[in-house]
């Protein structure tokens, strides 16, 4: 399971919609704008304030099932295609999705990223979800293990951005200014699967460092266990 980010995470900053305006108002007509877009800042209030107006657009792929869904100002989860698949939003950096038969897909957050735009940086944000476990409809259970790939921050260009900034009239304000440029995002750490566990086996990944690429690795074997017994590696 994956996200796509768009301005700030929704799970941090949901795209709120105002719930103390009132259109008879008496105030400056610039204010009622600010609170009708969301993006009126400096008064104290946040109750009611917008870091974006474009959700962030979630991946998701279990067996039978893939799609994407993004969340609404108040929570609610909007699914492309609609489909019967459940999903639940289990805390700001979790998430567990039902099949149409009852089997349970419980995903977690499995990187950490910095994004930085001409030099500032933004806030951490979780791009990539792994499959933690899988509570089947006949009540067993599948648990995924995982170690760091690395634990070594990397620099990855994945996106590119141009920036123009006008100056405004009177002596205040910034000059003109235009900027453009691959944006830079600082990749904290990965994670890699080491182990499946199913209730009468186990699947082990081994991995040795790749020689083309520092502080990264590739599989080497996969042992598959029935109880203590290896069937293959």
């Known amino acids: 399971m994956s996200k796509q980010i768009f301005g700030e995470e929704d799970l941090t900053y949901p795209l709120a919609i105002p719930t103390n305006f009132d259109p ?21 209030d946040t109750s009611w304030e917008k870091h974006d107006t474009q959700p962030d657009i979630f991946n998701y ?18 699914k492309l295609p609609q489909n019967d ?30 994004g930085e735009l001409f030099g500032f940086f933004n806030r951490m944000r979780h791009t990539d979800y792994k499959i933690d476990k899988i509570e089947l409809s006949n009540k067993k259970i599948i648990l ?21 900034t006008t ?13 453009d440029g691959a944006i830079p ?11 499946i566990i199913f209730p009468n086996g186990i699947v082990e990944f081994v991995y040795t460092d790749r020689e083309d690429k520092p502080n990264s690795k590739k599989i080497d074997q996969i042992i598959v266990k029935s109880g203590e017994n290896v069937i293959n590696d």
């Open 144 to 164: 995924f293990e995982y170690e760091y790939e690395n634990n070594s921050p990397y620099i990855l260009y994945s996106s590119y951005s141009r920036s123009i």
């Open 167 to 179: 100056k405004y009239s009177g002596t205040g304000g910034c000059s003109n200014n235009f900027q």
């Open 61 to 78: 792929s279990i067996p039978n099932a893939s799609g994407d869904f993004f969340f609404k100002p108040f929570g609610e989860v909007i």
């Open 85 to 114: 698949i459940k999903i639940e939003n289990n805390g700001t950096v979790s998430f567990i999705i039902t099949d149409n038969s009852g089997n349970k897909y419980f995903f977690s957050q499995s990187n950490e990223v910095n």
């Open 185 to 195: 995002t600082i990749v904290q750490y990965d994670l890699i699967l080491k182990k």
């Open 24 to 44: 008879n108002s008496n105030e400056d007509h610039n204010i009622i704008a600010d609170k009708v877009i969301g993006f009126h800042r400096g008064t104290g």
